[in-house]
């Protein structure tokens, strides 16, 4: 996958694209990654990117014609059709899981990261595809969502994880939380690892995980029951758990 992210302070990737898996993925040609400067694409001397709203207000806006080129010189130079230009925005459609699956089947994503009081509203209609944003509250820049959804979406690639598998067992991948992980030591200050996950019962391993996945959920997060297909056996299982929880 290519992934083009357009922002005034490119630098700001170069840590967290620079390490683990993300640095990995691109090391084996499975992730390509380009940061590009709008400023690049003013035509001025001073390299202007932002003005005063129209209208009035506080604060500055940033100009709608270094963003529009500098996204048509990405498009014509990769010359890839299965494309997203997405616009980070808190004002955006709330990113998630189901998103991320979504992203992951482009060839090609396009981050568009604006600062200061926002870009010129042209760019969010007419040159990106759609407008994200990793929750609801505001931060100083696109950038931190952008990075945030470029890891979370390079975990969705085969090979970058090393398992295929990997990602299908994290939180919400299939609508729920994860259950709990150990490894050794088996006992560790008197706090020992579940009696089941040493019986080599693979049947039991996998109920005992789906169980604890769905307690998980229903004592953190019980919205998500709302919205997976829970099978006859998992409506069992909650039965066993709500039980438990009220002590019967």
Not at 15 to 35: C, M, Q, T, W, Y
Not at 52 to 64: A, D, E, H, N, R
Not at 215 to 238: C, G
Request: aromatic content about 8%; overall charge negative.
């Amino acid at each position: 996958m290519r992934i083009d992210i357009v922002t005034l302070f490119p630098e700001m990737f170069a840590g967290p694209f620079g390490h683990s898996i993300i640095k990995r993925a691109r090391e084996n040609n499975l992730l390509d990654i380009n940061v590009v400067n709008p400023r690049d694409f003013t035509y001025d001397k001073h390299r202007i990117v932002d003005d005063y709203p129209f209208g009035g207000g506080s604060g500055m806006v940033m100009k709608p014609e270094p963003f529009f080129r500098a996204v048509e010189s990405i498009v014509s130079e990769a010359n890839i059709e299965k494309r997203r230009v997405i616009l980070m925005c808190p004002g955006g459609s709330r990113f998630d899981q189901q998103k991320c699956k979504q992203l992951a089947e482009y060839e090609q994503l396009v981050f568009i990261c604006g600062h200061y009081e926002g870009i010129d509203a042209r760019v969010g209609q007419f040159l990106a595809d759609e407008a994200i944003s990793i929750g609801d509250y505001v931060l100083t820049g696109g950038e931190l969502p952008a990075m945030v959804i470029v890891d979370s979406v390079a975990r969705m690639l085969p090979g970058v994880l090393g398992s295929n598998d990997s990602a299908k067992h994290d939180s919400f991948y299939n609508g729920l939380l994860e259950y709990p992980q150990y490894t050794r030591p088996r006992e560790y200050a008197g706090y020992e690892v579940p009696e089941i996950l040493l019986s080599g019962d693979h049947a039991k391993i996998e109920r005992w995980r789906r169980k604890q996945s769905l307690q998980n959920t229903l004592v953190r997060r019980p919205d998500l029951l709302d919205k997976v297909e829970l099978s006859t056996d998992d409506k069992k299982l909650l039965d066993e758990i709500i039980a438990q929880l009220a002590g019967g």
